[in-house]
């Protein structure tokens, strides 16, 4: 299973952009990229997925540069509501998810 | 509601007393897992099941007795628990036991907010 590094926590404030990057040196081939946004109390809730470049969904952007170590998640205009853990996972469909400490956003009015 | 469904929501029970979590889903998947996550701690895997058959158990006391009796249900049995087990206790969901091509990997339930006294 591929290692991932997020930061343990970020401070933003309402209105700005978000950059969370993770970084797994050890990615395998077949290994996707998966980002995961839980609130206290609730189970994550999946966010965006991507193999390679660049996927946009209405909640986020996914950039994955060409060699694939690194990710980031962009989260465009973030409201207060935004503030959430955030875990980056990477595994392909025959792993089980093991979560890691993710990375702690808190957005400030 | 995300398809996974989990009861009760917040249960308390004291170390002498035998209680059930049970999870539900409805999406066709066909893996199943249990997580723990204590406060302010990463989510810890438990139990996984692919096709109703356990194929992780990672290294849970047996206090802890997980049932799949079929691939849409999944329980979590509970018996002389102590009070570090106190957690959130997830239940998750996922097609071919992890990440799918273009898939949303694992769908999980709201908890059950676990309190042992």
């Known amino acids: 299973l591929a290692k991932t590094t997020q930061p343990i926590s970020m401070d933003s404030y309402e209105g700005q952009e978000v950059n969370i990057t993770c970084s797994h040196n050890n990615i395998a081939t077949n290994d996707y990229i998966t980002w995961y946004q839980q609130f206290p109390s609730q189970g994550p809730r999946f966010i965006i997925q991507?193999?390679?470049t660049k996927v946009t969904n209405e909640v986020a952007s996914l950039f994955i540069p060409a060699d694939r170590k690194s990710s980031t998640l962009s989260l465009p205009r973030v409201s207060l509501s935004d503030t959430a853990v955030y875990y980056c996972?990477?595994?392909?469909?025959?792993?089980?998810?093991?979560f890691g400490a993710g990375t702690r956003l808190t957005v400030k009015p | 509601e995300t398809g996974v469904t989990q009861t009760p929501r917040h249960l308390v029970m004291g170390m002498t007393n035998k209680k059930s979590l049970k999870c539900e889903q409805h999406l066709g998947h066909n893996a199943m897992y249990w997580y723990k996550q204590s406060a302010k701690k990463p989510l810890e895997l438990m139990f996984v099941?692919?096709?109703?058959?356990?194929?992780e158990n990672n290294s849970v006391p047996s206090r802890f007795s997980p049932e799949c009796p079929n691939s849409s249900h999944l329980f979590l049995h509970l018996h002389t628990l102590q009070p570090e087990d106190s957690a959130l206790y997830l239940c998750?969901?996922?097609?071919?036991?992890?990440?799918?091509?273009?898939?949303?990997?694992?769908?999980f339930g709201s908890g059950t907010r676990l309190t042992v006294v």
């Open positions: 998750a969901s996922s097609q071919e036991g992890g990440l799918s091509l273009g898939g949303y990997g694992y769908t």
């Open positions: 099941y692919n096709f109703k058959e356990q194929t």
């Open positions: 991507g193999y390679k």
């Open positions: 996972l990477v595994g392909d469909y025959n792993n089980d998810m093991r």
